[in-house]
Nanobody, 121 residues
Framework: QVQFVESGGGLVQPGGSLRLSCAAS????????MGWYRQAPGKQRELIAA????????NYADSVKGRFTISRDNAKNTVYLQMNSLKSEDTAVYYC??????????????WGQGTQVTISS
């Protein structure tokens, strides 16, 4: 089982910034990738950013390109999401995930508990 500690969500005004972090621990032999989804009320969960663990390759949803930056700390099994120039439409619950190989050599995707991000004046 993989556990997560997510932090950094909150309320911020339009144009502001937030930094989310997500630390994974538990039954992890290695990590393939980590990333972030978000889900706004009444909408489907969407992938907004992901990063591969060894090479650090990144990809972003078009809606956040140029405003959000994903990064990682391999030693801490932690992924970050720096969010700048925030808009009201960025309001959502943000979920981190990790694609890992467990110590039992099983590949799984695990999810964090989610953190609320609200953009409002």
């Amino acid at each position: 089982q993989v556990q997560f500690v997510e932090s950094g969500g909150g309320l911020v005004q339009p144009g502001g910034s937030l930094r989310l972090s997500c630390a994974a621990s538990g039954d992890i032999f290695s990590i393939y990738a980590m990333g972030w989804y978000r889900q706004a009320p009444g909408k489907q969960r969407e992938l907004i950013a992901a990063i591969t663990w060894s090479a650090g390759n990144t990809n972003y949803a078009d809606s956040v390109k140029g405003r959000f930056t994903i990064s990682r700390d391999n030693a801490k099994n932690t992924v970050y999401l720096q969010m700048n120039s925030l808009k009201s439409e960025d309001t959502a619950v943000y979920y981190c995930y990790a694609d890992v190989l467990t110590t039992g050599r099983v590949s799984i995707r695990s999810w964090g508990q989610g953190t609320q991000v609200t953009i409002s004046s």
